[in-house]
């Protein structure tokens, strides 16, 4: 069984959803050789972080160093890649436009569900906390998957 070297999880536009999903990520997984990361289908100019993510992130304690949104590109794919869509729409749009024939999923569909995951954008501050509750539900589920892919025993440390 391959391990994965990076996790990224794509959005349309890197300001908040897959934002809050990384550091949801970087907040549960223990291992160190693992980047955790995320990137936008359409990123148009680097755009700061969405205030509203910024205050729910803050609101569960996860800080995050001043950022400016990513368009995802052909070197953030490889083999060694997880990639985690919000949307079985952005999982189809990777699979096409960057021919990647590697690990490509919805975050429902890493765990067995079909559904894509709620996008916030333009809610209120409970809907961005809505969607960080539902993602930590989501991606304790990935982690704990990944986990038993590797083996790992309920004494390795993989997920806080």
């Known amino acids: 069984m391959r391990r994965y070297k990076k996790i990224l999880f794509v959005c349309e536009d890197n300001t908040a959803a897959s934002l809050m999903a990384e550091m949801i990520c970087k907040s549960m997984v223990t291992d160190k050789d693992v980047t955790i990361t995320s990137r936008g289908m359409v990123v148009l100019f680097p755009e700061p972080i969405n205030p509203k993510v910024q205050v729910v992130l803050i609101n569960h ?7 400016t949104a990513k368009m995802l590109d052909n070197e953030d794919l490889d083999e060694t ?5 919000m949307t079985m729409h952005q999982k189809e749009r990777i699979i096409r436009d960057f021919d990647f ?3 490509v999923h919805t975050m ?5 569900e079909e559904m894509d995951m709620m996008d916030p954008y333009g809610g209120s501050v409970v809907e961005y906390e809505d969607c960080f509750a539902t993602m930590s539900r989501v991606i304790k589920k990935i982690v704990i998957k990944l986990k038993k892919m590797y083996g790992l025993q ?6 806080e």
Do not use: A
Not at 154 to 159: G, I, L, N, S
């Open 61 to 67: 304690g996860l800080e995050l160093e001043e950022r």
């Open 101 to 103: 024939r590697g690990s």
């Open 108 to 112: 429902y569909g890493f765990i067995g």
């Open 154 to 159: 309920d004494t390795e440390r993989y997920v």
């Open 81 to 85: 890649t997880l990639v985690l869509t």
